[in-house]
């Protein structure tokens, strides 16, 4: 098997699993993964695609600018931009972007303080935060409909190898060094996110 295709197998196995959990409602969210270094080349979700099913065109083939490297009737998915500042910034491997009720309400509850903090929780140990007084901190960034903008402003909290972003009303971004890694940080923040909606619940 290829690197291409295995890479494309590894993300349809991925993709197959948030669909699961009904996790890309109206056929929102995008998913890529890295194929190469040089040239820079990822699979990311085409759009407007049923993710729910599992077909040869769910993904597409770019370049580090986010264009084709072979020719399609399909296009790549609009937040592609935002897939290319993580791997341009860093060395990881996967990045995946879902909307869900959880993290749309928490983007909203505390988008005007710009970020949300955890502390004291078990799931940020996905992020490597083990020490009793760690926090993990998410940032919140406005939901400009302009995607050369989003993608200005997402860029600018690409700190790391690993990492996640709110888009205030939107979704969530999370990325890694690999499929495995991404998805684990993608489950951690999706729990902590229904946490702390647990908590508001019951105040």
């Given at each position: 098997?290829?690197?291409?295709?295995?890479?494309?197998?590894?993300?349809a196995?991925?993709?197959?699993?948030?669909?699961?959990?009904?996790?890309?409602?109206?056929?929102?969210?995008?998913?890529?993964?890295?194929?190469?270094?040089?040239?820079?080349?990822?699979?990311?979700?085409?759009?407007?695609?049923?993710?729910?099913k599992?077909?040869?065109?769910?993904?597409l083939?770019?370049?580090?600018?986010?264009?084709?490297?072979?020719?399609?009737?399909?296009?790549?998915?609009?937040?592609?931009?935002?897939?290319?500042?993580?791997?341009?910034?860093?060395?990881?491997?996967?990045?995946?972007?879902?909307?869900?009720?959880?993290?749309?309400?928490?983007?909203?509850?505390?988008?005007?303080?710009?970020?949300?903090?955890?502390?004291?929780?078990?799931?940020?140990k996905?992020?490597?935060?083990?020490?009793?007084d760690?926090?993990?901190?998410?940032?919140?960034?406005?939901?400009?409909?302009?995607?050369?903008?989003?993608?200005?402003?997402?860029?600018?909290?690409?700190?790391?190898?690993?990492?996640?972003?709110?888009?205030?009303?939107?979704?969530?971004?999370?990325?890694?060094?690999?499929?495995?890694?991404?998805?684990k940080?993608?489950?951690?923040?999706?729990?902590?996110?229904?946490?702390?909606?647990?908590?508001?619940?019951?105040?």
């Amino acid at each position: 098997m290829t690197t291409l295709q295995s890479k494309w197998e590894e993300l349809a196995d991925i993709k197959d699993e948030l669909a699961a959990r009904d996790w890309f409602m109206g056929t929102s969210g995008n998913l890529a993964i890295k194929v190469s270094n040089e040239p820079l080349q990822f699979l990311v979700t085409a759009s407007g695609k049923d993710k729910k099913k599992r077909t040869p065109e769910d993904f597409l083939l770019v370049n580090a600018s986010g264009d084709l490297v072979e020719e399609s009737n399909l296009k790549p998915s609009a937040e592609t931009l935002l897939h290319c500042a993580i791997y341009e910034k860093t060395s990881s491997g996967c990045s995946l972007h879902v909307h869900t009720v959880a993290n749309n309400v928490i983007s909203e509850l505390y988008g005007d303080k710009g970020k949300i903090d955890f502390q004291g929780q078990e799931l940020i140990k996905a992020f490597g935060l083990w020490e009793e007084d760690d926090i993990l901190s998410i940032p919140i960034i406005p939901n400009y409909a302009h995607i050369p903008h989003l993608a200005e402003a997402f860029k600018s909290h690409i700190l790391a190898d690993k990492g996640a972003v709110l888009i205030r009303n939107h979704g969530i971004t999370v990325w890694g060094k690999d499929g495995f890694e991404a998805k684990k940080l993608l489950e951690a923040c999706e729990f902590l996110f229904q946490y702390q909606l647990a908590l508001h619940q019951i105040k």
